[in-house]
């Protein structure tokens, strides 16, 4: 790869993702129009906007060597052939229910992903202004939109038991049947890549995810809590990879180090 990626990078991966969120902010105060896609998930001008606003920013300020895999491009059949390279993979707006339905739990995610694993990360929070970046060097975090980031990292397993996070708006059995095999403590519900921000900043243990993901809405979030210490595996304990022909992701389980297994 002939991008260096650092932290300078991921910081301005960060800038482009909080560029992204003011778009959708400026919509977000409207009174939007909801459209549906051909699977039925909702789509809104911010999503759309805030896109093209990535993928512009992306190749004319940072590098076009890369290609770009976002969201609603691929929705519309418009995916690029990534044939082995790096290659970024964009959600503009993870949590469109949550954006339609003004909870606030929605991000920008930006993930750059090199040899199917992320290697540099960026979740946005528009409404509360909380950025997270991560690369090899660390994971950080910068709430509220100003002041200095801060290194986070995940926390070990609490003796008294495991905060679970999972879906604001996918409940699945599948995912009742795994917590009840843990030492949960807490069951605490998000919406978006939020919930990998959670467990990467100590705040939740794990987040298993046994419903449809695509690549993009797990990447940025992936890179986050990977470098926060943690780990994000399939139901067999392999790690997930991306740069998958159909970019869907199989079911599972992200989280910080020490949490174990299901009983």
Request: charged share 25%.
């Amino acid at each position: 790869m002939v991008l260096n990626v650092n932290l300078g990078l991921a910081e301005q991966i960060g800038d482009v993702a909080q560029r992204a969120g003011k778009v959708i902010m400026d919509i977000y105060k409207t009174d939007f129009d909801v459209e549906s896609k051909d699977d039925a998930s909702p789509v809104t001008l911010a999503d759309k906007q805030a896109e093209d606003l990535i993928f512009r920013m992306i190749r004319e300020g940072i590098t076009g060597e890369f290609p770009l895999v976002g969201e609603e491009a691929a929705s519309a059949g418009k995916a690029p052939d990534i044939g082995g390279r790096p290659f970024w993979l964009i959600d503009p707006l993870d949590g469109t229910k949550e954006f339609i339905s003004r909870n606030g739990q929605f991000t920008v995610n930006i993930a750059l992903i090199e040899n199917g694993t992320p290697v540099l990360g960026a979740v946005h929070l528009p409404v509360s202004g909380d950025t997270f970046v991560a690369t090899s060097a660390g994971a950080f975090a910068q709430y509220g939109g100003e002041g200095k980031a801060i290194q986070i990292t995940c926390r070990r397993p609490p003796k008294d038991g495991l905060t679970a996070i999972a879906s604001k708006s996918h409940s699945t059995p599948e995912t009742d049947a795994y917590l009840a095999g843990l030492p949960v403590k807490e069951r605490v519900s998000a919406g978006s890549s939020l919930k990998f921000c959670c467990v990467a900043e100590g705040k939740a243990d794990v987040y298993p995810r046994f419903g449809p993901t695509m690549e993009w809405d797990t990447a940025a979030g992936h890179a986050i809590l990977k470098f926060a210490g943690g780990e994000v595996i399939t139901e067999d304990g392999r790690p997930l990879i991306y740069g998958k022909a159909d970019f869907r992701n199989p079911y599972f389980i992200a989280r910080g180090p020490g949490v174990p297994d299901p009983a």
